[in-house]
């Protein structure tokens, strides 16, 4: 694992918005398909101990990825998220709202904005998360939301220093 890499993480309640910049020692194509592709998103997504299982995933303006969160013992916390801008290798963005295991969402949700750079063969990732309701996030964090997020990004810094080799 690379210390050096820039890793911010900052909740500001008053915005309802987490705003998240994190480097990679890895290609923007690499670290674009690790954040698009669900065969990857598996892999890396859940924080340990839980584990993640892409139902389907439709990487499309209007397409949709319904996953869960899955507990040692076998518990299913399902979300759905749909995608509602995408310019290639550049941009995403997404709506995410958890839901049951039939699909159908519990809202309030919350808006992502992922933006993807490339520098001296490093990425560079920018997420801002706005939430619906301040309540909602406050709910996320309690339950762990930042503790586990940066688990999930050291999870996919590890993934990627294996599939590049370094």
Wanted: charged content about 25%.
């Amino acid at each position: 694992m690379n210390n050096n890499l820039l890793f911010d993480f900052t909740v500001d309640k008053a915005a309802r918005t987490v705003y998240i910049t994190r480097e990679f020692d890895a290609p923007l194509s690499l670290v674009w398909d690790a954040f698009t592709k669900a065969e990857l998103l598996d892999q890396w997504v859940a924080p340990a101990p839980f584990t993640a299982k892409t139902r389907y995933m439709n990487f499309e303006v209007g397409g949709k990825r319904f996953y869960a969160m899955v507990s040692p013992e076998g518990h299913e916390r399902w979300a759905i998220q749909q995608y509602t801008s995408i310019s290639p290798k550049t941009n995403f963005k997404m709506f995410n709202a958890f839901a049951d295991k039939d699909e159908n969402p519990q809202l309030p949700g919350s808006d992502w904005d992922y933006t993807f750079s490339e520098q001296n063969g490093k990425t560079t990732v920018r997420i801002t998360i706005f939430n619906e309701s301040l309540d909602r996030m406050e709910k996320l964090i309690e339950m762990g939301f930042t503790e586990g997020f940066k688990m999930s990004m050291n999870n996919l810094e590890n993934l990627l220093a294996v599939l590049t080799g370094k």
